[in-house]
């Protein structure tokens, strides 16, 4: 059974870091590409980043580059979102999603969130002084 699990949420002050974790359970998440998104009160879910099978390639959303790092750590099957200099208009729950299909998504299409089909509960992160 294929689960994902996030962590790392909480409240920081503008500027502040935190490190955002994905756990998966149920499949090899080497083999998928996964995606990070978030939803703000009141506005549609945004791609923050994805990162593709086998590591090949790894996207951005324009409001994050230069702040936010996605990384894999296969040993432990779990995607990391480290997200630095952070902003109020950060503010948001955050969710990782995987693909379904192994070896599939390759391109910048892996910040869309229609071509996910499993997704963890969500995080919330929290910007404010």
């Known amino acids: 059974q294929v689960q994902l699990v996030e962590s790392g949420g909480g409240l920081v002050q503008p500027g502040g870091s935190l490190r955002l974790s994905c756990a998966a359970s149920g499949f090899t998440l080497d083999y998928y590409a996964i995606g990070w998104f978030r939803q703000a009160p009141g506005k549609e879910r945004e791609g923050v980043s994805c990162?593709?099978?086998?590591?090949?390639?790894?996207y951005y959303a324009d409001s994050v580059k230069g702040r936010f790092t996605i990384s894999r750590d296969n040993a432990k099957n779990t995607v990391y979102l480290q997200m630095n200099s952070l902003k109020p208009e950060d503010t948001a729950v955050y969710y990782c999603?995987?693909?379904?299909?192994?070896?599939?998504?390759?391109?910048?299409?892996?910040?869309?969130?229609?071509?996910?089909?499993?997704w963890g509960q969500g995080t919330q992160v929290t910007v404010s002084s």
């Open positions: 990162i593709t099978h086998s590591d090949i390639s790894t």
């Open positions: 999603a995987a693909d379904a299909y192994a070896f599939r998504l390759t391109g910048s299409d892996c910040l869309n969130s229609s071509e996910y089909d499993y």
